[in-house]
Structures are given as C-alpha cells and as structure tokens.
C-alpha cells in the first residue's frame, strides 16, 4: 500500500518496504512527473520519487552497530540521481547512490530520486537501503 499527502507543496509517498538478506531492504515509491532543476547534483530532471515514512516516523533511522550507510537505485533506470537529507540538515547527492558518512550526523533520513530523462517511470521505482533500521 502506498499513501499520498501534499506536504511543503510536493506530493510525498510513503514508501512500500521489501526485506533482502542481511542488513538490506528495499522500499519502493511512487514517481511524481514534474519537471524542474536544483544545483549540480540532481541538475535537471523529468520526475522524482521522495521516500519518507508513514507518521509518526519521518525518516530511516541508521542501524546501531553499523559502519555502513549506502542508498543506491535498484532500478533499471541509468538516469537517476539519489539524495539523501537528514534530519539535522546534513545532505549528499550522487549518480547512482549515495553513502551517509559515518557516525551519521542525524538520527533518521529520508531519500528522494531524480529522473534526468523522459519520461520518468509510470511504476514504483525501488532503491535499496543498507545500515538503515526498517522502522523508525
């Protein structure tokens, strides 16, 4: 299930969870198709995914006992830029994933995904988590 809301003027989704082995998850989100441009890193792009929890959660929380914190595209799209914004302001932003620096200056996360072609997915597009907690 995936819920909406209008949140700061963009539409946000709640993110579909999938476990993988180990310390991996995937979740899944659906794609906004709006245009528009931000700095360097995304640049320009057709559409964007922002992955933030169902309330009262907002974010991923880092697992303890972790050294590790990557987000990366686990689509088939070469196209994408992910981003990550912590709760306390710290951000990042690459080609294809994105690694929080350790220990994480924030205590939880959220993800957003930028699509620099058209026309961006019609489909939930997944990410894949590690060192991240599936709850908040």
Not at 109 to 116: K, P
């Amino acid at each position: 299930m995936i819920i909406s809301g209008l949140a700061l003027g963009l539409l946000l989704s709640v993110a579909i969870i999938r476990p993988l082995a180990g310390s991996q998850f995937v979740i899944f989100g659906s794609p906004v198709q709006k245009s528009g441009s931000q700095g360097a890193c995304p640049g320009a792009f057709s559409g964007y995914n922002i992955y933030t929890q169902a309330p009262p959660a907002w974010g991923w929380a880092p697992a303890t006992n972790t050294a590790v914190f990557t987000v990366t595209n686990g689509g088939q799209r070469a196209d994408v830029r992910i981003e990550f914004t912590g709760e306390y302001g710290d951000s990042g932003c690459n080609l294809s994933g994105v690694t929080i620096p350790n220990p994480p200056a924030s205590p939880q996360y959220t993800f957003n995904v930028y699509f620099r072609s058209n026309p961006p997915p019609t489909t939930n597009y997944p990410i894949i988590l590690t060192g991240f907690n599936t709850n908040h």
